[in-house]
C-alpha cells in the first residue's frame, strides 16, 4: 500500500494516541484501520500539481482604439478591453518573461502588462513614439524604432529600468527591427526611403545602409545570421539579402502576394510566414528552398500573426476587419473570427511556438 511520507507520519501519530487509548487487543485492529484510511485519502484526494494549467490569453492591440483586446483562449471570448496610450501598434516579452511592453506610439509610453493575468503593472513615459521595440538576445539592450519622427532609440536594459544611450538619426520612416543573435546589430527597415539599415549595438553607430524595393516593412533573420527576409509593403514579395559581409547583398527576390508585411517563424525550424496584407493571403515559405509551399486565405488584410504552442492554430489580426482570424494550419481553414477594436496590429500569446 504506497503512502506519502507525510500521511506515514500522520499514521504514526494516531498509532501513537492508539496506544495510550485503546484497548491492548484492539490496538492493531485500529492502528491497521487507521493506516488504511490515511493512506487512501492520500491517495484519492487531488493534486494540486496535477491540476491543469490556465491557458495564457492572447491580447491584441487595437491601435486606433488605444486599447488592447484580452482573449480567452478556451471560449474565445473578448474578456476585457484595456485602455493604452495612443496608437499601439507591437508588443515584446520581457527578457524575464514576467511582463510584455506595449509600444505607444502617439501616446510616448510604454504599458507593461502581466502576460498571464492581464493586469497592467507599470506605466513609462516620456519614451518618444515607439512604434516597433525589441530586445537584445543578451538582455543588454531595448530598441525602439520611432515611424513619425525618423530616429531609433538605444535604451540599455537592466533587467528593470531602460536607460538613454543614444538617439540615432536614420532614413524616413524607421520601420520594422531585427537584432542579430549576437547582440551586436539591430537592422530597421525604412518604409518612406526604402532602405535597409545596420547599426552597430556597441557604438551606436550606422553601419552600413543597402536600398531596397518598395515599402519596406518587417524583417525575419536566419538562424545562424546569415540572411535577413524583408517584406515589401508596396510590392508582392519578399526580398532575401545576405549580411555576412562588410556591405550587405542582395540575393534573392520572390512574389508572395501584394502587401507583404509581417513575418511569424512557423515554430518548425524551417519555414516562415509572411501576411500579405493587400492579396489577403498568408504565404508559408520553405527558408531552405526560400520558395512559397502554401498559402492561407486570410481575409480583411491580414497583419501580425502569433502561433499556439502546439503549432495548430494561427492567429492573425485582420487590419481593416477588426477581427482577430482564427486559422486551423491543418487544413488551412478559418476556425473562428473574434470582434476587436479599430484597426487590430499587434498580437501575442504566451503559450506560443517557437519564434524562430
Not at 2 to 22: E, H, I, K, M, R
Not at 106 to 125: E, H, K, W, Y
Not at 307 to 325: E, F, H, N
Request: charged share 20%.
Amino acid at each position: 500500500m504506497p503512502c506519502s511520507a507525510a500521511t506515514l507520519y500522520g499514521v504514526f501519530v494516531d498509532w501513537f494516541a492508539v496506544n495510550f487509548l485503546v484497548s491492548t487487543p484492539a490496538r492493531g485492529l485500529f492502528a491497521a484501520l487507521l493506516a488504511l484510511a490515511f493512506c487512501s485519502a492520500a491517495q484519492s484526494a487531488p493534486s494540486v500539481a496535477s491540476a491543469p494549467a490556465v491557458p495564457s490569453p492572447l491580447f491584441v492591440l487595437n491601435s486606433l482604439d488605444a486599447s488592447i483586446s484580452v482573449i480567452d483562449p478556451v471560449t474565445w471570448k473578448e474578456t476585457q478591453r484595456m485602455p493604452t496610450g495612443k496608437e499601439p501598434h507591437h508588443l515584446y516579452l520581457t527578457p524575464d518573461e514576467k511582463s510584455i511592453i506595449v509600444a505607444n506610439a502617439l501616446g510616448d509610453s510604454l504599458t507593461f502588462i502581466d502576460p498571464r493575468t492581464a493586469q497592467v503593472q507599470r506605466v513609462i513615459r516620456g519614451i518618444l513614439d515607439p512604434y516597433q521595440l525589441r530586445f537584445s538576445p543578451d538582455m543588454k539592450w531595448f530598441v525602439t524604432a520611432a515611424n513619425r519622427l525618423n530616429h531609433i532609440d538605444i535604451y540599455r536594459w537592466d533587467g528593470k529600468d531602460i536607460v538613454l544611450a543614444k538617439r540615432v538619426s536614420t532614413g524616413k520612416t524607421p520601420s520594422h527591427l531585427w537584432i542579430d543573435s549576437k547582440s551586436s546589430t539591430v537592422y530597421s527597415t525604412m518604409q518612406d526611403s526604402n532602405e535597409l539599415v545596420a547599426i552597430d549595438l556597441a557604438t551606436q553607430t550606422v553601419r552600413w545602409r543597402t536600398p531596397t524595393g518598395d515599402t519596406p516593412a518587417d524583417i525575419f533573420g536566419s538562424a545562424d545570421d546569415r540572411l535577413l527576409l524583408i517584406g515589401l509593403t508596396g510590392g508582392d514579395g519578399v526580398e532575401v539579402y545576405d549580411v555576412t559581409g562588410k556591405e550587405p547583398k542582395r540575393v534573392q527576390q520572390f512574389k508572395t502576394g501584394q502587401g507583404a508585411h509581417a513575418f511569424r517563424a512557423f515554430g518548425d525550424k524551417r519555414h516562415v510566414l509572411v501576411s500579405n496584407r493587400v492579396a489577403n493571403t498568408i504565404s508559408k515559405i520553405d527558408l531552405q528552398t526560400m520558395k512559397v509551399v502554401d498559402n492561407y486565405k486570410v481575409p480583411g488584410g491580414p497583419d501580425c500573426m502569433d502561433m499556439s504552442a502546439d503549432g495548430k492554430l494561427l492567429y492573425v489580426t485582420s487590419r481593416w476587419a477588426k477581427k482577430l482570424t482564427v486559422v486551423d494550419t491543418s487544413t488551412r481553414e478559418i476556425v473562428r473570427q473574434i470582434n476587436v477594436g479599430k484597426s487590430p496590429h499587434g498580437v501575442w500569446t504566451l503559450d506560443h511556438a517557437s519564434r524562430q
